[in-house]
Structures are given as C-alpha cells and as structure tokens.
C-alpha cells in the first residue's frame, strides 16, 4: 500500500492535469482569459508605476534646497500654493535673528511660458539669490550659478524640450541662454528653470515681493523660537517646516490622483474576475457530465472545487507574468517617449498585484463552485 503522502501529492496532481486539460482544450479561449488577466494586471501596476513616481519626484527640489525652514504667506501650505511676501521681510529676518540663521534668502516661484522655435512650453520660473544658493538648482551639468541673461534648467525639461547648454530660449521677450542642466526639479506636468534674481524679477514681472524665504539654521533644534519669532513680528507670515512642507507639497500634489488611482484598480480588478468567471464558468458547464462521473466514481466535492479553482489559479498566474512583462516595457517606452513621467515599481507593488490577482482568480471560481456543490451524479445517467 502507497504511504499517504504519496496518494495525496497523486490525488493532487490528477486534479491539476484536469485543469490544465481542461483550459488547454480551447487554446483561443484560454488565451484570451490570460490576455484579459494580463490587461487587469498592466492597467493596476501601470498607474500604480506611474503614481509611486510621481510621489517620488515632487519633493526632490525641496529637498535638495538646504532650508530647515520655509516662511510663506499665511494660509498657503505647498510649494504651488500663492504666497506673496513683502522684499523687506528677507532682510528683517536676517536682522532679528543673526544669532541663529546661517542664511536667508527670498526665491520667486511663478508659471510662464518660455518659447523655443516660436513654440510656447509652460514652466515654472525660479528666481533666487545666487549669494546664497539657497532655491537654486541642484547637481548642476555645466555652469552654476547663472549669470546675467543666463539660465540653468532641469534634466527632464531638456529632454521634452530639447534643450541642450549653449541653445537660447525667450521668457517675456527677453532672450537667455541655457548654462546648465540641474536634476531634481520635474513636478511631471511643469518642469523648474532656474535665473538670477534680477532676472526673475524682470521676465516674470514681480517687484518689491518674494513668494518665500528659506531658512537656513545654525541650530535646527532652534527652529520653534525661530517660528515664534517671525510669526509674532509678521503676522502675515506663517513658518513651516521643512518636512512638513515637503509633506503639503506631495499631498497636495498627489490628492487628485488618489481617487482616480482607486478607481483604476477597482475597474481593473473587475474586469479581470469577469474575464476569469466566465472562461471558468463556461468550462464547468461544458463539462458538467465529466464531473458527475468524477463524483459518481468517488470524486468529493472538494476534489472537484479543487479543479475550478486551480483552473483560475493557472490563467491568473500567467496573466500575472504577462502583464508584468507589459508593464515593464511600457515603462521602457514611457522614459524615452515621455520622460517627464517618471516609473517606479517596487516589491511590495508586486506582491501586493499578485495578492489582488490571486484574490480576482478565486473569487472568480465562486459561481462555478456554486454549480458544481448542487451536482448530482444521476446526470451521467441522464441522455
């Protein structure tokens, strides 16, 4: 007599080689199952690809500005909010609290267009105090600062542009010329250039204000008094801090994806149980005699659910592995076509589709498990 081991791991394979049978005895069918899967999977993992790098771009230029703290006006909290400062407050802050700021500074921010081969692009402009270098461009390919009639602009900006050190671009009439390309200031759908000051002021038509003053501090722990100290003596101001800040930039920037991203996987996951249920479905019923006789001939219930569910299982799994592979590719392309739109997909990404794949493929099997818990074995006796 077999040890029972080996009559469990034979009982199990037998219900596997019926699936497999079973999917495989329409090629056309079962392809299309995998096709759809695979369209649920690349829908899911695409936007979730593209919702991770988005999030993981929008914060890197505050991040790389060397600012413990970011004065802005009272009641706006982000990077794109409006924020309008009096000039005089830079200096003001500098005054009062020389024994522990390090460095100030005022930074212009404003969308404009600037025009390459009579074309307009909308960017964002920064304008900033190039003694500082407090808001200016990072991890710079070229010359930095700029210097007058000059501008530093962003890695990804140059390849939706075409860009390059040494070409000319109009802001406002004027002509500038591109010195350097900076990393770390693509926001997806606006890309930063990066002037002085008193180019700023002139193309973008500010004077006498600032949108922000970064901070920087001798002491971090500081930061609280300092906050004190600003907010009392400009009510109009309101200090935030540098995580915080970064923390209202990508919620704010990020809010509008949230649903949609929602909404994408649950059609996504909709789409591909209806795809699995009715493949699995039709399967069952064209084979009901087939599973009487298994039950008639000592097959249980189980036995058969097993075979409806492993059937899900196999076209989920190398839906899985397909759609994978399309995502992968589409985020090949979508570097070189639009590099703006930044990819990323990590593990617990991964393994959390794979979850929901396999969530889709058994909750697929629960009508044709339905079908098969009422069958009655008379029906292999039935004409």
Do not use: C
Request: aromatic content about 8%.
């Amino acid at each position: 007599m077999l040890p029972p081991i080996v009559l469990l791991f034979s009982r199990w394979w037998s219900m596997i080689t019926v699936a497999l049978r079973n999917l495989l005895s329409e090629k056309i069918r079962f392809g299309v199952t995998v096709l759809g899967v695979a369209f649920s999977v690349f829908l899911i993992s695409l936007f979730l690809a593209l919702f991770r790098g988005f999030t993981g771009t929008v914060d890197d230029y505050i991040e790389s500005v060397p600012a413990d703290v970011w004065v802005v006006q009272r009641g706006t909290r982000d990077l794109m909010g409006v924020s309008m400062l009096p000039d005089g407050l830079v200096q003001e802050i500098r005054d009062r609290g020389s024994s522990v700021i390090k460095n100030a500074s005022g930074l212009l921010m404003r969308p404009t267009d600037i025009v390459i081969d009579g074309e307009p692009l909308r960017i964002h402009g920064v304008g900033y105090d190039i003694e500082t270098g407090l808001g200016g461009p990072a991890n710079v390919s070229g010359k930095s600062p700029p210097g007058p009639g000059e501008v530093v602009i962003d890695k990804v900006l140059s390849d939706v542009s075409g860009l390059g050190i040494g070409d000319s671009v109009g802001i406002s009439e004027k002509t500038f010329r591109v010195v350097g390309i900076s990393h770390g200031g693509n926001f997806v759908f606006t890309q930063l250039l990066f002037m002085r000051m008193e180019d700023a002021r002139e193309v973008l038509g500010v004077e006498g204000v600032t949108n922000f003053v970064v901070i920087d501090l001798k002491n971090p722990s500081r930061a609280d008094s300092v906050k004190k100290t600003i907010e009392e003596n400009a009510p109009f101001a309101e200090v935030i801090s540098r995580d915080q800040f970064i923390d209202n930039t990508r919620e704010q920037l990020t809010s509008t994806l949230v649903p949609l991203l929602v909404v994408i996987v649950i059609v996504g996951l909709i789409v591909g149980t209806a795809v699995v249920g009715l493949t699995i479905y039709t399967l069952t019923v064209e084979r009901m005699r087939e599973y009487g006789i298994m039950k008639a001939v000592g097959f249980t219930n189980w036995d058969l659910f097993r075979v409806v569910i492993q059937q899900a299982l196999i076209a989920g799994a190398l839906g899985y592995g397909v759609g994978i592979l399309f995502v992968l590719g589409a985020s090949r392309l979508l570097g070189v076509v639009l590099p703006q739109f930044a990819t990323t997909l990590t593990v617990t990404d991964l393994v959390g589709v794979a979850a929901a794949t396999l969530a889709m493929s058994v909750t697929a099997s629960y009508i044709p498990v339905r079908r098969l818990a009422r069958l009655d074995p008379v029906i292999v006796f039935n004409p």
